[in-house]
């Protein structure tokens, strides 16, 4: 089901009603949270890793830190062993390296424990206030499941057959299209273990490589979609929702940084122009396809 964003434009998967905080979840021993979470953060970045302790402890969800890799301490050579192979004559910035890096730091924590699923977030979102109900345990998760995204990037995405409930009155769907990011999502201990393997060097950002099927170091993985989505990057969230002294993230400006580089004003100018024209063919084309293929076309929602 679809519906229409506030601004009239995008359709959006349904959306439902944050369930309210309950103050006793957080004290309750008797009802632990099973599935191991784990959350990224920089050794510097203080107020984020408060934030992030603030709110697992609102909705009862016990968080791991992983020390965050600062790509920028990183040597040229370092750099270069990691991302030894440009895209398109570009190599990735030292903040994108840092941020693949923490996240394989996060897999080797998965791949080394004995949980058959963990999550794994950054410190820069916001978290629904009933998440604990899915990360309660793993019994929603379907059978050879590699990952989920229970993210969303405010942007569209194609979702495939079969639409599976789960707990909370969301749904599960095979993600049949890019969605960056990689704020939020569960990861089994055997895709982790996958992952590592087949990232001892990359070219892509890390969401692109877990997240667009056409970049997916591995390719046969078997990629849902949580929808409505339980977190949400706080520069993409409504400002009642985000925090405002929380500091920002430097991945987004670095990637907007490296796809400009060396580009001329013309060629800026012409990539302006083409984009509308990009736009309404792709939407065309995924528009087809979600009649076809009965899937579905749209922003997923965050509640």
């Not at 058959?116 to 979102?125: C, M, N, P, T």
């Not at 995204?149 to 599960?172: D, H």
């Not at 078997?222 to 500091?247: F, G, H, K, N, T």
Request: proline share 7%; aromatic share 6%.
């Amino acid at each position: 089901m679809l519906r229409n964003s506030r601004q009239g434009r995008n359709p959006t998967f349904v959306q439902r009603k944050s369930a309210p905080v309950n103050p006793v979840l957080a004290e309750n021993q008797d009802d632990p949270v099973t599935i191991p979470c784990y959350f990224i953060n920089l050794d510097h970045a203080v107020s984020r890793r408060q934030h992030m302790q603030l709110q697992a402890g609102q909705i009862g969800v016990s968080l791991t830190r992983i020390p965050g890799v600062i790509g920028s301490q990183l040597t040229l050579d370092e750099a270069r062993t990691w991302n030894p192979r440009p895209l398109s004559g570009k190599y990735l910035s030292a903040n994108e390296i840092g941020c693949f890096l923490s996240h394989r730091r996060a897999w080797k924590s998965i791949a080394e424990g004995q949980s058959d699923f963990a999550a794994v977030f950054e410190d820069d979102i916001c978290l629904s206030r009933d998440a604990s109900e899915l990360l309660a345990n793993d019994h929603w998760i379907p059978p050879r499941t590699d990952l989920i995204k229970i993210e969303t990037f405010n942007r569209k995405v194609l979702l495939k057959p079969p639409f599976v409930p789960v707990p909370g009155g969301r749904q599960l769907a095979k993600l049949a299209y890019q969605h960056y990011g990689t704020a939020g999502y569960i990861v089994s201990r055997t895709s982790a273990a996958r992952l590592l393997a087949a990232t001892k060097t990359f070219s892509v950002p890390v969401d692109v490589a877990m997240f667009s099927p056409k970049s997916r170091p591995v390719a046969n993985f078997d990629v849902m979609q949580l929808s409505p989505a339980i977190c949400i990057q706080e520069m993409r969230a409504l400002p009642q929702v985000a925090p405002q002294d929380i500091e920002a993230s430097a991945i987004g400006a670095s990637r907007s940084e490296r796809l400009n580089r060396g580009q001329t004003r013309w060629r800026q100018c012409l990539k302006a122009i083409g984009a509308p024209i990009e736009n309404a063919v792709r939407e065309a084309r995924q528009h087809t396809r979600s009649i076809l293929h009965k899937s579905r076309w749209g922003v997923v929602d965050y509640s």
